[in-house]
């Protein structure tokens, strides 16, 4: 089954204390982003990869880190959590040639305390 | 720059009516893609409905249709037959392409969905 997955799906985090949010596709796509979600915003992009070792920032990347070392992997690091980062997470892929189809991994949320 | 507007935080709906969901949209491109997801209580981002802008057609897809009108740069969503499985929360978003062939998501801000038995 095609699908994105996430992990944890729920963490209570503190101030400070480093996390690593989990992000793997199965379709072989080139395309990974993160977003997140916050009440009366919709989804922003944090961080999007077009292939293996290409990241760059989305529209909202302060605090962030990401890195891509396999295809299939895109996880979401934050080094230094704050409150301001407790929000629902979003890992998506889709594949360079399909323009209408973003997958959308399960959603990760976090609080941070 | 590209934004998207959904000017209603909330709506209402009487179970087997249909509902229309605004969305607008701003963008100098012309090449670009329209897209609709349903966000339950779970939280998931569940895929409606895409509508690509040199579609000439309205995008259907079983009770959800895209109403699309590009001169006025809205697409809205119509879901005929409301069910009580339709409660939820929806996001429009559009796409943009950058050079070099990546795109992102933009998205609006949603509309809360409840539908009445």
């Known amino acids: 089954e095609a699908q994105v997955t996430q992990n944890p799906r729920y963490l209570i985090t503190v101030t400070g204390k480093k996390l690593t949010v989990t992000c793997s596709q199965n379709?072989?796509?080139?395309?990974m982003s993160w977003y997140r979600q916050d009440p009366g915003l919709g989804l922003r992009q944090i961080y999007y990869s077009m292939n293996v070792e290409v990241t760059d920032k989305g529209d909202v990347p302060e605090g962030y880190k990401v890195s891509r070392k396999e295809k299939r992997n895109f996880p979401l690091i934050l080094e230094s959590p704050s409150p301001n980062q407790t929000s629902l997470y979003f890992c998506?892929?889709?594949?360079?040639?399909?323009?209408?189809?973003?997958?959308f991994g399960p959603g990760t949320r976090l609080l941070v305390l | 720059a590209q934004k998207i507007t959904q000017t209603q935080p909330g709506m209402f709906v009487q179970e087997k009516e249909a509902v229309t969901l605004d969305c607008t949209y701003d963008?100098?491109?012309?090449?670009?893609?329209l897209f609709w997801y349903k966000q339950p209580s779970s939280g998931e981002m569940i895929f409606l409905i895409y509508q690509g802008s040199y579609d000439e057609q309205n995008a259907t897809e079983g009770r959800y249709s895209l109403n699309f009108q590009k001169a006025r740069k809205s697409a809205n969503l119509v879901i005929s037959a409301s069910q009580l499985g339709d409660s939820a929360m929806y996001f429009c978003?559009?796409?943009?392409?950058?050079?070099?062939?990546?795109?992102?998501?933009?998205f609006g801000a949603g509309t809360r969905l409840a539908v009445h038995p």
């Open positions: 978003a559009m796409r943009e392409d950058f050079s070099g062939g990546y795109n992102k998501l933009i």
């Open positions: 998506a892929s889709r594949s360079r040639a399909r323009k209408e189809t973003q997958y």
């Open positions: 963008t100098s491109d012309q090449s670009y893609g």
């Open positions: 379709m072989n796509h080139e395309y």
